[in-house]
């Protein structure tokens, strides 16, 4: 059974292609052609990625024993403004392209989120202008600026819109390739 995907990573650019066959995955970025044998991949990281103006990006990247590394999303850029979600496509890919390497590679990783000092970085620095906010609102009101107050309350709840899923979603963990996280999955549009 031969699986394809195709997305656009960047507004500018031409699309990347994935065909997998068997144990084996072509990547054709239009400049090149690699020719992958899944029995060399040692991980497989799914990360969740927000995009612009609320886009949700799922983004699956493979590396190689030899510390190669390719990766593909759930977006494609069809222009300089215009991007398209693509989560039936996405999901199916996936599904097959973990199946295949966990048959030829047993001993390949599969985790869900960021590393671990990148998802502890990115929860502090989270939890901490959420709270800077939090006392900007408090002296706010003691000071009776509440034009200031309300600012500070729409940006912390703009924040906590835009960073707890990157928070939650990133968190570490393992996954079985055959039950990837379904919170890293796209929903259907």
Do not use: C
């Amino acid at each position: 059974m031969t699986l394809r995907y195709e997305h656009s990573p960047r507004p500018v650019g031409g699309p990347i292609s994935f065909t997998l066959k068997g144990e084996r995955l072509t990547v054709d970025s239009g400049r090149k052609v690699h020719e992958v044998s899944l029995g060399a991949v040692e991980t497989v990281r799914m990360t969740y990625e927000p995009g612009r103006f609320g886009q949700k990006v799922y983004r699956t990247r493979i590396r190689m024993q030899d510390g190669r590394t390719f990766a593909f999303s759930s977006l494609t850029w069809r222009s300089l403004v215009e991007a398209r979600s693509q989560p039936e496509e996405y999901r199916r890919f996936a599904r097959g392209l973990f199946s295949a390497i966990a048959g030829a590679n047993p001993q390949a990783r599969f985790v869900a989120g960021k590393s671990r000092p990148v998802w502890v970085a990115t929860a502090a620095l989270t939890l901490a202008s959420l709270l800077a906010m939090a006392y900007l609102v408090w002296r706010a009101l003691q000071m009776n600026a509440t034009g200031i107050a309300l600012l500070g309350g729409l940006f912390a709840l703009v924040g906590i819109w835009q960073l707890e899923p990157l928070v939650r979603l990133n968190r570490p963990r393992p996954f079985s390739p055959d039950a990837p996280p379904e919170e890293l999955m796209p929903q259907g549009s």
